[in-house]
């Protein structure tokens, strides 16, 4: 029921069916993005979807990836797949808003509770943060979007979302109630919705 990219490419092209392929890893990093596009490369895809940066603004003791690291490995990554595969489409999704996900459940005495014993994305949701802390959350997010733009306008088969993404307003019932970070189904569901308008086909 999410209508996920690949299912709704399933419905106009049958031919593709149980030819795909997850490299993401739970708490991965840009860092850890050439890898995962090496892995695509091998895999001969023809559509790659990136959705990368969340875990880089989410360090213990407010350590954020520098963004200049942010950008070399996100150069890297779509210099691996233009070069290995130069025919492939690349859809790059904007980082989900950090700052919005803590204002929805900042009063929530369960996420606040999640959140603390988990120790998830204390560099944003950490009970004890100032405002200073979380704007500088904000503003290296900015930084890093721009990163995502820029880096993608440099390759003619990379497509962005404009930050589709990071301006959608998701509601509470949007958020997992297992670690109140990830998506829910439905917000599986309706970020796929979403992010499917912005592809190379959705229009």
């Known amino acids: 029921g999410i209508g996920s990219h690949y299912e709704r490419i ?6 593709i069916r149980g030819r795909r392929s997850n490299n993401s890893v739970s708490g991965a990093r840009m860092a850890d993005a050439p890898g995962q596009a090496r892995r695509a490369v091998e895999q001969g895809a023809q559509y790659v979807t990136v ?3 969340a875990n880089d ?3 213990r003791d407010g350590k954020l990836t520098p963004t200049a690291s942010f950008r070399a490995r996100f150069q890297e990554t779509i210099d691996t797949l233009r070069a290995g595969l ?17 204002r929805v459940l900042r ?7 999640v959140w603390r014993v988990a120790g998830i ?8 943060n100032s405002p200073a802390d979380r704007r500088r959350v904000v503003d290296r997010q900015l930084e890093f979007q721009a990163v995502l733009r ?3 306008a440099g390759w003619s088969n990379c497509r962005f979302d404009g930050s589709l993404v990071y301006e959608f307003r ?5 958020v997992s109630r297992l670690d109140y970070f990830h998506p829910s189904l439905a917000g599986q569901a309706t970020l796929a919705a979403e992010t499917w308008r912005a592809s190379w086909w959705g229009s």
């Open 10 to 15: 399933l419905a106009r092209n049958p031919g």
């Open 170 to 174: 998701f509601t509470r019932a949007m």
């Open 86 to 102: 130069p025919g492939t489409r690349v859809f790059v999704a904007s980082i989900p808003n950090l700052y919005q996900l803590w």
């Open 57 to 59: 603004l989410c360090g």
């Open 150 to 152: 820029d880096v993608c």
């Open 121 to 128: 994305c204390p560099a944003m949701l950490d009970v004890l």
């Open 107 to 113: 009063t929530d005495p369960i996420a606040q509770a």
């Open 51 to 53: 959705l990368m940066g």
